[in-house]
């Protein structure tokens, strides 16, 4: 669970059209150090939805909105073509979610 950091926009596959959106969840953790103080960390999830959680994701997702995911991780392996180096990223990939009201009354 976590804030969005931008508002998702919407693409599609150049092979069949299928809807997709790639976007970042903020997830703050906080937590008491040895001392007794909270302490708050920000992890950062890149996140792609496709189809129909894509679209609705996009027609109802603004930056800061909180929202639920669930889903599975997906890694990614490749070759730096400048270092020859090889890579990799991790990415969610989004099967289910739930927007989480704030609790902010619209005026």
Known sequence: MGNLTT?????????????????????????????GEKEKDTLFM???????????????????????????LQQSNWTDKETEQPRQSIKFVVERFTFIPDGRKSS
């Not at 997830?27 to 008491?32: A, P, Q």
């Not at 959680?53 to 909105?65: D, F, L, M, S, Y």
Request: with cysteine; hydrophobic share 30%; aromatic share 4%.
């Open 7 to 35: 508002t998702p926009t919407l693409g599609h596959t150049s092979s069949g059209g299928t809807a997709v959106t790639n976007f970042v969840l903020a997830i703050n953790e906080v937590r008491k150090n040895s001392a």
């Open 46 to 72: 890149e996140c792609t939805a496709w189809g129909r959680n894509a679209e609705v994701i996009c027609g109802h997702g603004t930056k800061g909105r909180l929202i639920h995911v669930d889903g599975r």
